[in-house]
């Protein structure tokens, strides 16, 4: 119980970030000269919440690990149990085109890289036309997911509990479609007879369309990149956790993104969720 209240103040403290974070974005959407350990292009604004975050996480007691998608390797935070691993703005290309962006918190109890039946709680927070969490705490599969407002004081308001709609609506799929490999192409060909195309190139932002309507985002194994592009410890875990505790599925593409192995910190995997059904069909499909 005590390890599950240490969350739950992981997910607090980031809340109570989000106003600062979302207050400094107008002046940081310049790129640096700089690039993360992915490979991508590093916005100021990628920095400052980082920085932000490390401070604001890494100081609570129940932290000893911060880890985030902007830096090489974890910082030793204290003697805290939880190792925190975090996006700080995921999506931030969005920023040019003022366009949703997310951070994304995961929740390990245990060192990092950590697989996803490790974590304790997740959650994202939406910086859309109003500033929302989406948050769960306790083990996979225990742990039901809410919608909370984040108010400018950074507290939370709950919402209410997420459940996927059963009848499906939406589908986002990440990569080009010349590049995605030929089964997941015939999938992409049956779904899009069925579901209407929502794709902003935010996952947070997708994946929070697929909770409100229902449906499937992926960012598949494309062919010039066979792990995809999105990573396990800062993104793949995280939204497989949400997903599923709203009562929906995860694949890398042959089973739960949760069970994955986790090899080393910046690993990318092939993410799928949504809906049950679409997701069985998925991996029928990859076969
Ligand atoms: O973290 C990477 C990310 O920004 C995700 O939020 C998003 O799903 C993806 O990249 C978008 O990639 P692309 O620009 O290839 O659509």
Do not use: C
Request: charge should be negative; hydrophobic fraction near 40%; aromatic fraction near 6%.
């Amino acid at each position: 119980m005590e390890r599950l209240d240490a969350a739950e103040s992981v997910l607090d403290a980031a809340a109570a970030a989000a106003p600062e974070i979302r207050a400094g974005l107008p002046g940081r959407r310049r790129y640096l000269d700089e690039e993360n350990p992915s490979g991508e292009e590093v916005l100021a604004a990628d920095v400052f919440a980082d920085d932000l975050l490390e401070t604001a996480l890494g100081d609570l007691d129940a932290v000893g690990t911060y880890a985030s998608e902007e830096r090489a390797s974890a910082v030793d935070t204290g003697d805290g149990p939880l190792s925190v691993a975090v996006d700080p703005l995921d999506g931030s290309s969005n920023l040019e085109s003022n366009n949703p962006m997310g951070t994304v918190v995961a929740v390990y109890d245990g060192t990092l890289p950590a697989a996803g039946r490790d974590l304790v709680a997740a959650g994202f927070v939406l910086y859309g036309p109003v500033t929302t969490m989406v948050a769960g705490v306790g083990a996979p599969g225990e742990a039901d997911v809410y919608e909370y407002l984040v108010t400018a004081d950074g507290d939370r308001e709950e919402m209410g509990v997420i459940a996927l709609p059963d009848d499906p609506t939406v589908y986002g799929f990440g990569g080009r479609v010349p590049d995605w490999p030929a089964d997941f192409a015939a999938y992409v060909d049956e779904v899009e007879d069925e579901l209407k195309l929502r794709y902003g190139g935010a996952m947070i932002a997708d994946v929070s369309q697929v909770l409100s309507y229902g449906g499937v985002f992926a960012y598949p194994a494309l062919e010039s990149a066979p792990n995809g592009k999105l990573r396990l410890q800062f993104e793949g875990n995280p939204v497989a956790y949400l997903v599923e505790g709203a009562g929906g599925r995860s694949s890398d593409g042959t089973g739960p993104i949760l069970d994955v192995t986790a090899t080393d910190l910046h690993q990318r995997v092939p993410v799928h969720v949504g809906n049950a059904s679409l997701i069985e069909r998925l991996e029928s499909a990859l076969q």
